[in-house]
């Protein structure tokens, strides 16, 4: 069997019930768990997607949202840095870096965090894209759930497989009803 390195689920702005019924059940079905090391989450989750992220992978990392439903004691941090293999991930969920999706702003927040690759969600759009000889990803929302900033919402979530000094960037959308993958690889710059 092929060795992938360290598998990261990264997600976000799942906003159910409020914005979307469900994740789509194409996407359910590749969300096995067991399956990857780590799972990441930008935010806008109740408890209910919560559980089901922990079921998921034995490391799971989520900062809070503009728009998370939780009662009682769970709370999660506004940032958060990760270590997954030799790559620092800071994870953020956007509504804080200010101008919205606007990528100076996101690599003064992956500056302040000092971390390789910098994971932002809110504006409900997937990018995967270098500045500044760093990474920006956004993992867009995995139910296609209503965004203020855009109309046009397309399902999408994020697979990364860490190889050593290398990331492969899986993004999965669902167009039309069919899931499509594109693939980015990227490594990290020497110090």
């Not at 689920?9 to 090391?37: C, T, W």
């Not at 999965?172 to 020497?190: A, M, N, P, R």
């Amino acid at each position: 069997m092929a060795n992938f390195g360290e598998l990261v689920l990264v997600l976000g702005d799942i906003h159910i019930p409020q914005r979307a019924n469900a994740i789509p059940e194409k996407f359910k079905r590749m969300l096995v768990p067991g399956k990857m090391q780590h799972v990441i989450c930008t935010g806008n989750l109740d408890v209910e997607q919560f559980e089901e992220l922990r079921d998921l992978a034995p490391n799971v990392h989520i900062v809070q949202g503009d728009f998370d439903d939780f009662t009682g004691n769970i709370t999660f941090p506004e940032t958060r840095v990760v270590q997954v293999g030799v790559f620092r991930i800071g994870i953020v969920h956007g509504h804080q870096v200010v101008p919205w999706n606007d990528q100076a702003a996101l690599g003064r927040m992956r500056r302040k965090l000092n971390c390789d690759i910098i994971i932002s969600g809110h504006t409900h759009q997937n990018k995967v894209l270098e500045y500044d000889g760093h990474y920006h990803i956004n993992p867009g929302s995995i139910t296609g759930a209503y965004s203020s900033l855009t109309k046009d919402v397309t399902p999408s979530f994020i697979l990364l497989a860490v190889q050593g000094p290398k990331v492969v960037c899986y993004v999965y959308e669902l167009i039309d009803g069919e899931v499509e993958v594109s693939k980015t690889e990227f490594s990290k710059q020497e110090s």
